[in-house]
């Protein structure tokens, strides 16, 4: 079995992230050791069964980030600070009991909001996107549309007012893509949350704020406050990515070219497709050995990083034995993780609602839709975690703004 780190990074990950998968396990088997920036060592888990393993239990297995044994080699400046920090008050960092409670607060505040309002929101903060690009003839629907929509969406159900979304979309944006703008993008956005807190505080409302602050199990402002942050930034960016690469699949794979304008089932099958095959959270970290232990034949140490590879996962030559061949209804991916730490139910379901919407949307409007350019000019962003697109350039026939129609011309 090689030993030889691979490094976390680099442009394949853009280019070829399946190839790349398929040589790690080649290589090194279901438990890959990975170098992240700075040579900080961890380790990539692309086996199925192995990541069931790690993400089924959380007490060998832990999410308590304290563990880790690199902490003195970590520089404050360190680029993956963001992504695997020092413990924050949120319920990515919180384990046991306490957890729990912390997960089922969330849970009953996204079950309470109502589908069709829901679905309400999408179809109108949609139609206004179109608006804004329709009678032009082409468009980027990542820039243009799957970057705007679901945060817009999820601002909404919050309680935010209509004015501050666009305001809470570029911040939410400038903080993902992590770059001069990112700290700025969490104040704004933090500062935002604080200031609908307190005005929920003082007059609750029909919405998820008021929900969790209702909520009895005691948790302070500052983590529901950082809770909210998590579910708009979990919320959002896979949820735009999910849209824009079931919208690539749609307009250059084969398997939908002939469905494409043909009825309503095929954007499922697509998006379902994305989930196993393209999925918008390639890997995540992370989970730390509480204790010496043994994974996929790796001698795993005590406070060792394990990354989830959760695309790797996907692909695992196990669970999907023919690649080719759409997996209809199949939902045993692991696109929103597993165990006690997956993406709640609730938020699931709103994250399909948005994006089902959102591409039912593009194609009743935008009835001839092309790709502007080749498919394999298509370029995703360089990250190992995230996979989406930098742009969706299409052509289409223009068509008149519906302009402040309501949104229900549709039924």
């Known amino acids: 079995m ?30 890959v050791p990975v170098l992240l920036d700075g040579d900080i060592p961890a380790w990539l ?10 993400t089924g239990d959380p007490v060998l297995f832990s999410r308590d980030s304290d563990l880790w044994n690199q902490w003195e080699n970590i520089p404050d400046d360190w ?4 992504m695997i920090g020092r413990k ?30 829901l679905r309400g929101h999408c179809e109108r903060f949609a139609d206004e996107l179109i608006d804004a690009v329709c009678a032009k003839g082409e468009a980027d629907l990542v820039a243009d549309y799957a970057m705007l929509l679901p945060v817009r969406v999820l601002a909404r159900l919050y309680g935010f007012s209509e004015e501050e979304g666009p305001a809470l979309v570029t911040a939410l944006n400038d903080m993902i893509d992590g770059r ?37 199990s005691g948790f302070t402002e500052e983590e529901i406050a950082q809770d909210l942050m998590v579910m708009m930034a979990a919320g959002h ?55 010496d232990t043994r994974l996929g034949g790796r001698p795993v140490r005590a406070g060792d ?9 996907n692909d695992d030559p196990q669970v999907r034995t023919h690649g080719a061949a759409l997996t209809g209804g199949n939902h045993a991916h692991f696109s929103f993780g597993h165990g006690e730490h997956r993406c709640p139910f609730p938020a699931q379901e709103i994250a399909e609602v948005i994006a089902r919407t959102a591409i039912e949307v593009v194609l009743d409007r935008l009835p001839d839709i ?30 008149p703004a519906l302009g402040g129609t309501p949104y229900d011309h549709r039924h």
């Open 180 to 216: 001069e703008r990112a700290i700025a993008g969490q104040q704004h956005l933090a500062a935002s949350m604080a200031a609908l807190l307190a005005a929920r505080k003082a007059a609750p409302d029909r919405d998820v704020v008021s929900r969790m602050l209702a909520d009895s």
């Open 88 to 117: 924050q008050p949120s319920i990515l960092y919180t384990v046991g009991e306490r957890h729990r409670q912390r997960a089922a607060m969330i849970s009953d505040a996204l079950e309470a909001v109502d589908p069709f309002e």
């Open 370 to 399: 092309d790709l502007a350019v080749p498919a394999d000019a298509l370029t995703r962003r360089p990250s190992p975690w995230l996979r989406g697109l930098t742009a969706l350039p299409v052509r289409f026939t223009p068509t």
């Open 79 to 82: 680029p993956l600070l963001p």
């Open 237 to 291: 960016q896979p949820t735009a990515d999910w849209i824009g690469n079931s919208l690539r699949l749609m307009l250059t794979d084969a398997r939908f070219a002939a469905s494409l304008f043909g009825g309503r089932n095929s954007v499922a099958e697509a998006m379902s497709e994305v989930l196993w095959e393209d999925t918008p959270t390639q890997n995540v970290a992370g989970r730390w050995a509480s204790r």
């Open 45 to 54: 888990v692309v086996g199925y069964r192995e990541l069931h393993q790690v």
């Open 2 to 31: 090689n030993t030889t780190p691979v490094p976390l990074g680099g442009p394949r990950f853009q280019t070829d992230p399946a190839g790349l998968y398929r040589e790690m396990r080649r290589d090194h088997g279901p438990v």
């Open 305 to 313: 990083l394990l990354l989830l590879g959760l695309q790797g996962a």
